[in-house]
């Protein structure tokens, strides 16, 4: 079983930047797929980005592509999601995700653990 923690998000004016991070414990997850979803209140669970387990792969939504970034430390058990250029539509629950899938995917049914979320606020 892997367990993943969510923190870092909170409070930005539009514009600015947070960088969440996602720790897993359990067991590592150097061989996993990781990845990122948000939810906004009334909306439906939204795939945000991904990240292969060696790094070389990555895959964002549309809306965030050039504004997000994902990276990954294999040897701290954690995944990164910088946020540059925030907008008040980016306010959500965000979530970090691991499949044990071999490919890069933006379904959340492909993956396998689910962390508790962290709140993301952009204030207009």
């Known amino acids: 079983q892997v367990q993943l923690v969510e923190s870092g998000g909170g409070l930005v004016q539009a514009g600015g930047s947070l960088r969440p991070s996602c720790a897993a414990s359990?067991?590592?997850?150097?061989?996993?797929?990781m990845g990122w979803f948000r939810q906004a209140p009334g909306k439906e669970r939204e795939f945000v980005a991904a990240?292969?387990?060696?790094?070389?792969?990555?895959d964002f939504a549309d809306s965030v592509k050039g504004r997000f970034t994902i990276s990954r430390d294999n040897a701290e058990n954690t995944v990164y999601l910088q946020m540059n250029s925030l907008k008040p539509e980016g306010t959500a629950v965000y979530y970090c995700?691991?499949?044990?899938?071999?490919?890069?995917?933006?379904?959340?049914?492909?993956?396998?653990?689910w962390g508790q979320g962290t709140q993301v606020t952009v204030s207009s």
């Open positions: 995700a691991a499949s044990t899938r071999y490919s890069v995917s933006r379904v959340a049914r492909d993956f396998d653990y």
């Open positions: 359990g067991r590592s997850i150097s061989s996993y797929v």
């Open positions: 990240v292969s387990w060696n790094a070389v792969n990555t």
